[in-house]
C-alpha cells in the first residue's frame, strides 16, 4: 500500500504561482511512474503531467507545457509540480498518483494510488 498526501494550491490570480507537493509514504516506489492530474466539475479527470525516472522522461498536457513543471525527490518521497502563469482554465481539483509501472502512459487507469486532492482556484 502507497500512501499519498497533498499539500499546496489554493486561490490565484491569473498570470499568479502555485506549488502543489504529494508526500508518498508505506510501501513506496521510487522507480513508478508518478503524476498529477485535474479534473474540474464536469469534465473527466485528465493528465497534467507525469515523470518517470527509467526512461528519465516527463510528460505535459500540451494546455501545461512550458507553465507548469514536475519534480520529485526520492530521498524524501515527495513529488512537486511548480505552477506558473496560471490561467482560469487552470482551475480544478488536483491530485497525485502513483503508478503500477516505471513507465506508462499518462492516463488515470495507468495509475493505481492517489492522493486525497487539493484545489486550485484561479481568477481571472
Known amino acids: 500500500q502507497v500512501q499519498l498526501v497533498q499539500s499546496g494550491g489554493g486561490s490565484v490570480q491569473s498570470g499568479g504561482s502555485l506549488r502543489l507537493s504529494c508526500a508518498a509514504s508505506?510501501?513506496?516506489?521510487?522507480?513508478?511512474?508518478m503524476g498529477w492530474f485535474r479534473q474540474a466539475p464536469g469534465k473527466e479527470r485528465e493528465g497534467v503531467s507525469c515523470?518517470?525516472?527509467?526512461?528519465?522522461?516527463?510528460h505535459y498536457a500540451p494546455s501545461v507545457k512550458g507553465r507548469f513543471t514536475i519534480s520529485r525527490d526520492n530521498a524524501k518521497n515527495q513529488l512537486y509540480l511548480e505552477m506558473n502563469n496560471l490561467e482560469p482554465e487552470d482551475t480544478a481539483m488536483y491530485y497525485c498518483?502513483?503508478?503500477?509501472?516505471?513507465?506508462?502512459?499518462?492516463?488515470?487507469?495507468?495509475?493505481?494510488?492517489w492522493g486525497q486532492g487539493t484545489q486550485v482556484n484561479v481568477s481571472s
Open positions: 498518483a502513483v503508478s503500477r509501472y516505471a513507465y506508462s502512459a499518462c492516463v488515470p487507469p495507468s495509475f493505481r494510488y
Open positions: 508505506g510501501d513506496t516506489y521510487s522507480n513508478s511512474y
Open positions: 515523470d518517470s525516472k527509467t526512461p528519465p522522461y516527463a
